[in-house]
């Protein structure tokens, strides 16, 4: 991301609709250990690490695991 577009509210925005709309009742997904931007903004929203992989990506570096228990799941009527 370019530097101007950060700390602008839009990863939040993005992440926050699609929360909404997945209606799931977790979400897993999984990060960069060295993405602290990212780790902060999803442990800010209530994920929690769950697992690592190990050696995942090319370069070797782990990928960490978080997840989120979702108890907002509104059903249609």
Known sequence: MLPSYRRLG?????L?????DLRLP?????????NE????LYRKFGYQMVDVWRRYY???EDALVLEKTM?????DS
């Open 10 to 14: 839009i990863a939040a925005a993005l």
């Open 16 to 20: 926050e609709q699609c929360e909404r």
């Open 37 to 40: 931007p990212a780790l902060a």
């Open 26 to 34: 977790s979400i897993r997904l999984s990060v960069r250990r060295s």
């Open 71 to 75: 108890n907002n799941l509104k059903t």
């Open 58 to 60: 090319h370069s070797g």
